[in-house]
């Protein structure tokens, strides 16, 4: 963990990025009703009746220094799609940097050995120079990903409208629904207990027994005598509960 953030806290170099990388797989929705365009006083209206139209992966990439996202969606995210991104971050994204620093988790398919399985020898070894692996912790302590994580869904509105041919829109709410808040840690202490309310009535435990609505029945009948002070109602009883 500190060597991603010793990472994070470096002064920005141009020649030595440091780049956050990570993926989330995405679930394609399309309408099955026509959308209400937004007005002036108006808000788009949508129904909320969808169509599930597959699933697509994001692969996003965040300067950690610098105002730059970028994402790349895909039908899969296996070994060779993972090369294939270090190889845009390479060629396209940085191409005049001396070294590209990626920060990434422990997936299995986040290895060197990826990108000799995508390219021939010369080729991942090209890569490979340019680029240099750090992987956050596998603890939980490691989650060291809000900056990437935090872009996934402002990412899933940029890449609506090319997902799919035809024209399935990605539905999200602002912020990160995938993220839950981080529980209060504790200190291995229960909390105080507090004295229950004078309004607070327990529920009592039915006895046990073989016929319990029977048992019930009983109970009723005794509250509502009680309640009418001994008018007692005529019940039509037969035997059995």
């Known amino acids: 963990m500190e ?3 010793d990472l994070y806290a470096e002064t920005p170099d141009s020649q ?17 009703r026509q959308p209400i365009p937004a007005a002036p006083g108006q808000l788009e209206r949508y129904d909320c009746e969808y169509r599930r139209n597959g699933t697509a992966n994001l692969f996003v990439f965040l300067d950690a220094h610098q105002p730059w996202r970028t994402v790349k969606v895909t039908s899969s995210r296996t070994s060779r799609d993972f090369a ?14 001396e070294k590209i620093r990626v920060v990434l988790d422990n997936l299995s398919t986040h290895s060197p050995g990826a990108l000799y399985e995508a390219f021939a020898a010369p080729e991942a070894h090209r890569i490979l120079r340019r680029l240099e692996f750090h992987f956050t912790p596998k603890m939980p302590l490691g989650s060291t990903w809000s900056r990437s994580r935090s872009a996934f869904c402002e990412a899933n509105a940029s890449i609506a409208a090319s997902t799919t041919a035809t024209s399935s829109r990605l539905r999200s709410p602002s912020g990160n629904a995938s993220e839950m808040p981080t529980a209060l840690a504790s200190n291995g202490c229960s909390p105080p207990s507090e004295p229950a309310s004078n309004y607070c009535v327990p529920i009592p435990t039915p006895p046990k027994s073989r016929n319990l609505c029977a048992e019930v029945l009983v109970h009723y009948w005794r509250e509502g005598a009680r309640l009418l002070n001994g008018n007692i109602l005529q019940v039509c009883h037969s035997g059995t509960a």
């Open 16 to 32: 030595r990025p440091v780049v956050c990388f990570d993926e989330s797989p995405t679930q394609l929705i399309g309408e099955v």
């Open 84 to 97: 294939e991104c270090m190889r845009d971050l390479v060629d396209l994204h940085y191409p005049k940097a």
């Open 3 to 5: 060597d991603v953030l």
